[in-house]
């Protein structure tokens, strides 16, 4: 079988995008069913380069067509693009090759917003620049943990649209999507219910504080029963993530980002949660957290959440039914 290339993009120069690489890199080790493929920039700290090469042969380039040109037969060549390019270019670069077949799958490390802005797009973050690549309307942003794992059905708006955005078509999107990823990364025997949960206090109750759980969460109830998708909701936001709750369900679909991100990352506060794009016809896992530019080049960036993407990604590469639920949602 053709071995499966991943690339890893590392975002900002000054980022922990680096470190978090090449630590979780050195846990991975070469693969012989993966290839990997790095980008960084010119100013790369010497000492993140040096714990590539520590696992692996580094093959040097300069720009992305030579790297995609290569015969990379080798499963313990890690290939490295050091580019001037904007980090926010790599992602634009690399999402057209995925799109295109040349690659399979892509695992991001933190790219700041002024970063992007920067290079001159007008995308908000990752999703919104794989979604122009990809010409897609609705892709959604999934968390999952070892903890608890959550679709986001609306993402980076503020909290005064989130009501404006929530429609019953999409919100079903954002429970499909939820079902998929929850075919992938369920391991319980015995299946557990997606939990939709409410918007308002109390989830609305029936309409007295807020009418979007009838008009909206109500129908979505109903399309899910008639595609067979177990869904409960919607729950009680300020009840239903309490531990013996999360136990219930497999996966939760949360209204706004941080209604589902509150809670995970209070769960995961070890960075141990991965970010999926759901709804790309191509793979993408990422980190759960940002750039820290505090302590960058000072060893000091926690990696597990970057070990846990490339894992996931690696995961869904190797196993084509798993690659074909996500692409296809």
């Known amino acids: 079988m053709k071995p499966h290339r991943i690339v890893i993009t590392t975002g900002d120069s000054d980022g922990i995008g680096t470190e978090v690489t090449a630590k979780a890199l050195a ?98 973050g990752h999703t919104d620049i794989l979604k122009r690549i990809a010409r897609k309307k609705d892709v959604f942003m999934g968390f999952w943990g070892e903890k608890m794992s959550v679709v986001l059905a609306t993402a980076h708006i503020p909290v005064s649209e989130i009501s404006d955005q929530l429609t019953t078509a999409k919100l079903f999107k954002a429970v499909k999507a939820a079902n998929a990823l929850k075919d992938v990364i369920n391991t319980s025997k015995k299946p557990k ?58 996966i939760y679909v949360a209204n706004y980002h941080d209604q ?18 759901l709804g790309l016809p191509f793979i993408r896992t990422s980190v759960d957290h940002g750039t820290a530019k505090d302590i960058f080049n000072k060893n000091k960036a926690n990696y597990y959440s970057m070990l846990e993407a490339l894992k996931l990604a690696t995961k869904i590469c190797v196993k084509p039914e798993l690659k074909k639920i996500l692409t296809s949602i």
């Not at 997606?194 to 399309?223: D, F, M, Q, R, S």
């Not at 589902?260 to 794009?277: A, C, D, N, T, Y």
Request: hydrophobic residues 40%; proline residues 7%.
């Open 193 to 250: 219910p997606v939990a939709l949960v409410g918007l308002n206090p109390h989830a609305g109750e029936t309409g007295v504080i807020g009418n979007e759980e009838t008009k909206y969460h109500a129908k979505v109830l109903e399309k899910a029963k008639a595609e067979n998708i177990i869904l409960e909701g919607p729950l009680v936001p300020d009840v239903c993530f309490q531990p013996q709750e999360i136990k219930k369900y497999s």
């Open 260 to 277: 589902g991100l509150i809670p995970f990352k209070m769960l995961h506060e070890q960075h141990r949660g991965v970010h999926l794009s």
């Open 27 to 124: 846990k991975i080790k070469p693969l012989k069913s993966c290839r990997y493929i790095v980008w960084v920039s010119p100013s790369c700290p010497k000492a993140h380069l040096r714990k590539f090469a520590n696992n692996f042969e580094l093959v040097n380039f300069h720009n992305w067509p030579e790297a995609l040109k290569y015969d990379h037969d080798n499963y313990k060549e890690l290939l490295v693009i050091t580019s001037d390019l904007s980090p926010a270019v790599w992602v634009e670069t690399t999402a057209k090759a995925a799109l295109y077949g040349h690659i399979d799958a892509i695992v991001t490390a933190p790219l700041s917003k002024t970063s992007i802005l920067s290079a001159g797009l007008e995308d908000i």
